[in-house]
């Protein structure tokens, strides 16, 4: 296996694929098509094949929003969404950034997956999928309606 990850332009993304992979992670075209022409686009390629995708969107002032990440079912478990994961986390330290967030409707396996590289929890959005998502969403036959949100912070590099 030769693991790469890169960023692509979101334009000229393949925007089948992009998509087929985000909507693991957000059930919701019409939200990954209003965020994805503002976010940053990166995958993870096994061998050549895109097996993973991450979008990230600039909220301001040096924060950055997670939107989505997900790897293709047949490719979990083997190292590539902790990679891409990583990847984020230090292109956007590399760029001077001062915060990575991210939202969570599941406080399952995916909790510990982003607590392992730094995240921190930061606070709850009560009904946040009510609120946000017309239809209800399950996952592992649960209903989602709280998003538990996590903040990774870069140290500040101007404090000695
Ligand atoms: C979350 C996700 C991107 C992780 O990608 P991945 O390539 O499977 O992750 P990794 O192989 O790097 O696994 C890292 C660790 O996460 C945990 N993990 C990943 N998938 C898991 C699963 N299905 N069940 C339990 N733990 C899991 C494990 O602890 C794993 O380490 P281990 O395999 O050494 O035990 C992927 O599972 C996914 O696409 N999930 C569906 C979409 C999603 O939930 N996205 C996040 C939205 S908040």
Redesign the pocket.
């Given at each position: 296996m030769s693991r790469t990850i890169r960023e692509i332009p979101n334009t000229d993304a393949p925007m089948e694929l992009l998509m087929e992979l985000l909507l693991?992670?957000d059930p919701s075209e019409e939200k990954i098509r209003s965020y994805l022409p503002k976010s940053k686009c990166f995958v993870a390629l096994d061998d050549g094949v895109t097996v993973?995708a991450c979008a990230v969107q600039a909220l301001g002032a040096g924060v950055h929003e997670l939107m989505a990440?997900?790897?293709h079912p047949a490719h979990?478990?083997?190292?590539?969404?902790?990679a891409l994961l990583k990847h984020v986390i230090e292109f956007y330290r590399a760029s001077g950034a001062r915060r990575l967030e991210v939202g969570?409707g599941?406080f399952g396996?995916?909790l510990?997956?982003y607590q392992r590289q730094g995240f921190r929890v930061d606070r709850i959005d009560h009904d946040f999928f009510i609120r946000n998502y017309p239809e209800p969403i399950l996952e592992d036959g649960i209903r989602l309606f709280d998003m538990l949100r996590l903040t990774l912070n870069y140290p500040d590099r101007t404090t000695p």
């Open positions: 693991i992670a993973g990440i997900a790897v979990q478990r083997a190292g590539h969404g902790t969570t599941t396996y995916q510990a997956f």
